[in-house]
């Protein structure tokens, strides 16, 4: 087992995934090491426990408890308390399938949109062709963009909803998982398979390659954003004992009664009753997708623009 004492003089760590050592476990019990453990089995049960209780009442104390060992037995396979966060953000990131990658990767973004200068790429072969009218200069090509229009006019779209869908479902399933994305690297092999599979649909969309981080920021921070505020909305009312709507209409029915918030609900009666119909479920799964199809269109306009 590593002891803090071992780390004398060692720079401080970035992330689990970058230790140069493999992981302890095998679960054979010698050399003092516990029986029945491994690192896969103390992260679900980590995953199971932050779901259930919550980060802030998460401590090693009461995962070894859960497991049925000693505290001290659980690093054995983690170094820190960090370490296995860590490991339960990956984990639960695993739960996205994303689609496989293409059969064909995209070509390198060309690095200057300007006609191209110089000789053929392409080996001349067989007999000189007859002469002809002279060639123009090559078509322009916004850099970042596919070539190929087939595979530029592939449904990039849907795959981005399908992407943007299952990352807000994450978030709900677990509230924890947004404040530890932003607390370490997240780049473990279930994250970082997510996130190429972001960049790969964006790049299809035929934005120029210097535009498509923001295209990935606008997209998946306003999902984060909004996964996130829904999953804390629904532990709330699971912690309650409420239904999302039983504990709506209570939430507006304080608000209406208090004097110094009733200018701003009456201001807002128009935007609630266009959006009335339904439970406090499906009209956030209308907002969600009205919001998604807002950024796809700014997306596609930009596109047009040649940005």
Same mark, same amino acid.
């Given at each position: 087992?590593?002891?803090?004492?071992?780390?004398?003089?060692?720079?401080?760590?970035?992330?689990?995934?970058?230790?140069?050592?493999?992981?302890?476990?095998?679960?054979?019990?010698?050399?003092?090491?516990?029986?029945?453990?491994?690192?896969?089995?103390?992260?679900?049960?980590?995953?199971?426990?932050?779901?259930?209780?919550?980060?802030?009442?998460?401590?090693?104390?009461?995962?070894?408890?859960?497991?049925?060992?000693?505290?001290?037995?659980?690093?054995?396979?983690?170094?820190?308390?960090?370490?296995?966060?860590?490991?339960?953000?990956?984990?639960?990131?695993?739960?996205?399938?994303?689609? @496989? $990658? &293409? #059969? /064909?990767?995209? =070509?390198? *973004?060309? %690095?200057? !949109? +300007?006609?191209?200068?110089?000789? @053929? $790429? &392409? #080996? /001349?072969?067989? =007999?000189? *062709?007859? %002469?002809? !009218? +002279?060639?123009?200069?090559?078509?322009?090509?916004?850099?970042?963009?596919? =070539?190929? *229009?087939?595979?530029?006019?592939?449904?990039?779209?849907?795959?981005?909803?399908?992407?943007?869908?299952?990352?807000?479902?994450?978030?709900?399933?677990?509230?924890?998982?947004?404040?530890?994305?932003?607390?370490?690297?997240?780049?473990?092999?279930?994250?970082?398979?997510?996130?190429?599979?972001?960049?790969?649909?964006?790049?299809?969309?035929?934005?120029?390659?210097?535009?498509?981080?923001?295209?990935?920021?606008?997209?998946?921070?306003?999902?984060?954003?909004?996964?996130?505020?829904?999953?804390?909305?629904?532990?709330?009312?699971?912690?309650?004992?409420?239904?999302?709507?039983?504990?709506?209409?209570?939430?507006?029915?304080?608000?209406?009664?208090?004097?110094?918030?009733?200018?701003?609900?009456?201001?807002?009666?128009?935007?609630?009753?266009?959006?009335?119909?339904?439970?406090?479920?499906?009209?956030?799964?209308?907002?969600?997708?009205?919001?998604?199809?807002?950024?796809?269109?700014?997306?596609?306009?930009?596109?047009?623009?040649?940005?």
């Amino acid at each position: 087992m590593v002891r803090a004492a071992e780390r004398a003089g060692r720079p401080p760590r970035t992330s689990v995934w970058l230790e140069d050592r493999a992981p302890r476990g095998g679960g054979r019990g010698g050399g003092g090491q516990p029986s029945g453990l491994d690192r896969d089995r103390i992260t679900a049960a980590t995953v199971r426990l932050l779901d259930a209780e919550g980060l802030t009442k998460f401590s090693m104390r009461r995962l070894a408890a859960e497991l049925n060992v000693t505290a001290m037995s659980v690093y054995w396979y983690v170094d820190t308390k960090d370490d296995l966060l860590e490991l339960a953000l990956d984990a639960a990131f695993g739960e996205i399938r994303p689609p @496989d $990658p &293409e #059969p /064909h990767p995209d =070509p390198e *973004p060309h %690095p200057d !949109p +300007e006609p191209h200068q110089g000789s @053929d $790429p &392409e #080996p /001349h072969q067989g =007999p000189d *062709p007859k %002469p002809g !009218p +002279e060639p123009g200069p090559e078509p322009r090509r916004s850099a970042g963009r596919d =070539p190929d *229009p087939a595979r530029a006019s592939a449904d990039w779209r849907e795959e981005l909803r399908a992407l943007a869908r299952a990352y807000r479902a994450l978030l709900v399933r677990h509230p924890w998982l947004s404040s530890l994305a932003g607390t370490f690297l997240n780049i473990g092999p279930h994250a970082v398979a997510f996130q190429l599979a972001v960049q790969r649909v964006v790049r299809r969309t035929g934005l120029r390659t210097a535009g498509q981080a923001g295209a990935l920021s606008a997209v998946f921070r306003f999902v984060y954003g909004f996964g996130t505020i829904e999953g804390h909305f629904v532990r709330r009312c699971a912690a309650a004992g409420m239904s999302q709507d039983d504990y709506h209409r209570r939430a507006m029915s304080a608000v209406t009664r208090e004097p110094g918030l009733r200018e701003a609900v009456r201001d807002s009666a128009d935007l609630r009753q266009a959006r009335a119909d339904g439970t406090v479920e499906e009209i956030r799964d209308r907002d969600f997708a009205f919001a998604l199809e807002l950024l796809i269109a700014g997306i596609e306009t930009m596109v047009r623009r040649g940005e």
